[in-house]
């Protein structure tokens, strides 16, 4: 990150108060100088624990530990990624990002572009595709909702409409709403409904077009994927769904966009479609980010629809769910239940009848065999082989499936085992033969656990005092930790510092931690740290720094202690001695910078 950057980020953070944007979202309360405390939106809680400090500029739940600055909150609350949070809280408070001011630019246009591209397609809706629309059972608040529009017969109708809006061919065709064919410029989507595609912010990014007559293919048609639009990022009707998504816990998944609409009329507003052939990790994360904690996957009856849930429930991503498998009677599609008198109470019937994972997965496997067969139990052995196998030491789904092959294939829980024994040996044969990763703690002379956690909270310490320099001079001040504690190699200090010297910024740092698992503990460190002067931070740093490196030589210390007792070779002995007493002096020493 280049100082500029830098400057423009702390320029966000002085124009945009923490209380005021957390505000748009939470009830706050003053709950002392500078403080305010409310409800935790990332969590369900009647006593408030969810706290906002003005001074340093950070909110923090003491409950659930989600928590950040302004740009982190954006982003868990919103479901959107950090340069998106970035960007958006630029523009707010009218600040310029140096570095993104060309990609900007383009992206900008684009996303005019294709703005245009929507308002033309909204005001050719009418006569046959509006009755295509009507006769599906859709009102016109959900057309409006979703932006149902429609693309004319025309070769030309959009390129002429967007040469007088001042789009050229060359931007429109970047955009992806044109096409170039032997050298001439044509319309990509003719005689189609459109469904508009957005982004997690609520932005245009892509369409989608569905033919009105059967001869014209595919009957469904994209825009090519651009920067901007990756089918594998995006879920259709994410912004609409956020909202039912976080209040209600849960997200149900369809395959169709007519599936999505459909369901939100119907009052499911927890509906969202995959925009490929199943849910892709990035798709359940924006789930996640949206506070769901369960699915329920609602794909077709057939055998792709099949593929497609066990696709979904085999993600490593989809073990943070409790996740349902949705079977509509007679096959039918979510969007077929418009049309019928009691399609709100069927699906919602369907809901409550979902299958959970254990059950989905077994029926699939023992699909069209007889189970009394030792063939067909061992055919089901195999494609469930691979999610009976978790290097989890608690994984709810493993056990309740366990549970579920030993009664239904009538086997005894010593049979499962000695199979699943033979299985993970195989396995665990191939693996032998790739190297292990060293264990970073063997290094670092980790034998005693409380050294351990004394050295995590003393670096974390130094890492919250960091925290409070300017973005400008945080990789300067950060190099100056670094040259007065030298923390060893695998320590979380160590990965700080390299954190910090690639100049990623306080908050893309902030989010390493989180997603090593100590962001958390950090924030919980920043928020309960006492405040103080700017010009006292050399001295603050003096004694964090002198405090962790006691932990230090504490750890040396301890290392140097095993070794003596485990030789009994006297010039061996006599080395270690001197080292032990040399690193007593050295421990002594420190207290006495932090003690004086």
Request: glycine share 6%; proline share 5%.
């Amino acid at each position: 990150m280049d100082a500029q950057t830098a400057q423009a980020i702390e320029l966000i953070r002085s124009r945009m108060p923490i209380q005021e944007l957390v505000g748009r979202y939470v009830t706050l309360k003053p709950s002392g100088k500078g403080t305010w405390k409310g409800l935790c939106p990332f969590h369900q809680e009647k006593t408030p624990s969810f706290q906002v400090n003005e001074a340093k500029g950070l909110c923090y739940c003491f409950g659930c530990k989600n928590g950040g600055d302004i740009f982190a909150f954006l982003q868990k609350i919103e479901g959107i990624e950090f340069r998106e949070a970035l960007e958006r809280l630029a523009q707010e408070t009218g600040v310029e990002l140096p570095q993104y001011k060309g990609r900007s630019s383009a992206r900008k246009e684009t996303l005019q572009v294709l703005e245009l591209t929507q308002a033309y397609f909204r005001s050719c809706l009418g006569g046959e595709a509006l009755q295509y629309l009507q006769a599906r059972g859709l009102t016109p608040e959900s057309i409006e909702q979703f932006g149902l529009g429609y693309a004319p017969a025309s070769w030309d109708g959009l390129l002429k409409y967007l040469h007088g809006q001042g789009v050229s061919p060359q931007e429109a065709l970047e955009a992806g709403v044109l096409m170039e064919r032997e050298g001439r410029f044509l319309d990509r989507f003719r005689n189609r409904i459109t469904f508009p595609i957005q982004d997690p912010l609520g932005r245009i990014v892509a369409f989608t077009a569905r033919a009105l007559t059967k001869d014209d293919n595919p009957k469904y048609l994209n825009s090519p994927e651009t920067a901007l639009f990756k089918k594998s990022l995006l879920l259709y009707g994410y912004p609409q769904a956020r909202p039912a998504i976080r209040e209600r816990g849960r997200a149900v998944v369809v395959e169709g966009l007519f599936d999505v609409i459909a369901l939100h009329q119907m009052g499911f507003g927890e509906a969202v479609a995959v925009l490929g052939s199943s849910l892709s990790a990035e798709q359940a994360h924006l789930l996640k980010r949206a506070d769901a904690a369960e699915l329920y996957l609602a794909f077709d009856a057939d055998e792709a629809g099949r593929k497609a849930t066990l696709q979904s429930l085999n993600l490593e991503i989809a073990r943070s769910f409790v996740v349902y498998a949705v079977l509509l009677e007679g096959g039918k599609d979510p969007g077929d239940l418009l049309l019928v008198p009691d399609g709100k109470d069927r699906f919602a019937k369907a809901l409550d009848s979902a299958l959970p994972e254990v059950e989905y997965r077994f029926e699939v496997a023992a699909s069209g065999l007889d189970l009394r067969r030792p063939e067909h139990k061992q055919k089901v052995l195999e494609a469930l082989k691979p999610r009976l196998i978790s290097s989890e030491p608690f994984d709810r789904v493993v056990e309740k499936l366990k549970a579920k092959v030993i009664g239904a294939l009538e086997l005894s829980p010593r049979a499962l085992e000695d199979y699943l024994a033979k299985e993970r040996s195989s396995s665990a044969g191939r693996m032998a033969r790739t190297p292990r990763r060293p264990d970073s703690s063997a290094h670092l002379g980790l034998n005693r656990p409380d050294l351990t956690e004394k050295r995590l909270l003393r670096e974390l310490d130094v890492i919250a005092l960091l925290y409070s320099v300017p973005e400008e001079e945080f990789v300067e001040w950060a190099l100056y930790v670094e040259d007065h504690t030298w923390p060893p190699e695998g320590s979380l200090l160590a990965d700080f510092m390299q954190a910090a010297r690639s100049e990623q910024g306080k908050n893309r740092i902030l989010k390493h931690f989180e997603q090593r698992g100590e962001g958390a503990r950090l924030i919980d460190v920043l928020m309960k740290s006492p405040s103080f002067e700017r010009a006292n931070l050399e001295a603050h740093l003096t004694v964090a720094m002198a405090r962790l490196r006691e932990v230090y030589y504490e750890m040396r210390l301890d290392k140097l202690k095993t070794q003596l007792k485990s030789t009994t070779d006297l010039d061996e002995i006599r080395a270690l001695t001197k080292d032990i007493q040399e690193v007593l002096q050295a421990i002594e020493a420190e207290r006495r910078v932090y003690k004086r």
